[in-house]
């Protein structure tokens, strides 16, 4: 009789679930893969930024993940239809504590640079210094900011 209890039990919590209710498909960008050593940089997906995990080749960092970021997508990266608007060659002249955050100075003149090519700077400067909130980019005799990423962290 109590295996009958217990099947019937275990039957009824089965039938009656756990309350979830279903939903509909929830789209998203690819998922980072390769292993967790690596560079995080920001590139666009379907004209958004997201995260991307770029595994690094030895031991040792790049100097800053900037670099990495105006490099551009690597094979990988753009078979999975991840682009950028950084202008090649954006390199990382100064980077100073400034108030409420950090000011990152740039070879190039930050008032041409496209609304999404600041995201995928100031989300990936974030991530690289330690999730600082606030970042001012400076560049041309112009600077830009204090801006956030609009992603979390």
């Given at each position: 009789?109590?295996?009958?209890?217990?099947?019937?039990?275990?039957?009824?919590?089965?039938?009656?679930?756990?309350?979830?209710?279903?939903?509909?498909?929830?789209?998203?960008?690819?998922?980072?893969?390769?292993?967790?050593?690596?560079?995080?940089?920001?590139?666009?997906?379907?004209?958004?930024?997201?995260?991307?995990?770029?595994?690094?080749?030895?031991?040792?960092?790049?100097?800053?993940?900037?670099?990495?970021?105006?490099?551009?997508?690597?094979?990988?990266?753009?078979?999975?239809?991840?682009?950028?608007?950084?202008?090649?060659g954006t390199a990382v002249?100064?980077?100073?504590?400034?108030?409420?955050?950090?000011?990152?100075?740039?070879?190039?003149?930050?008032?041409?640079?496209?609304?999404?090519?600041?995201?995928?700077?100031?989300?990936?400067?974030?991530?690289?210094?330690?999730?600082?909130?606030?970042?001012?980019?400076?560049?041309?005799?112009?600077?830009?900011?204090?801006?956030?990423?609009p992603l979390p962290g």
């Amino acid at each position: 009789m109590r295996k009958v209890w217990l099947a019937l039990l275990l039957t009824v919590s089965v039938v009656a679930g756990c309350g979830v209710r279903p939903s509909a498909v929830i789209p998203g960008a690819p998922a980072p893969v390769g292993p967790a050593n690596g560079a995080v940089l920001y590139f666009l997906f379907n004209g958004q930024p997201v995260r991307v995990l770029r595994p690094l080749a030895g031991e040792l960092a790049p100097a800053n993940p900037l670099d990495l970021l105006a490099a551009g997508p690597d094979e990988s990266e753009r078979e999975r239809r991840y682009t950028s608007e950084v202008p090649s060659g954006t390199a990382v002249l100064d980077q100073t504590p400034a108030p409420n955050g950090v000011a990152v100075t740039l070879s190039i003149a930050v008032a041409g640079l496209s609304a999404r090519a600041v995201d995928q700077i100031v989300c990936t400067v974030r991530d690289s210094v330690g999730g600082i909130p606030r970042i001012t980019l400076r560049g041309g005799g112009t600077d830009r900011g204090p801006l956030s990423c609009p992603l979390p962290g």
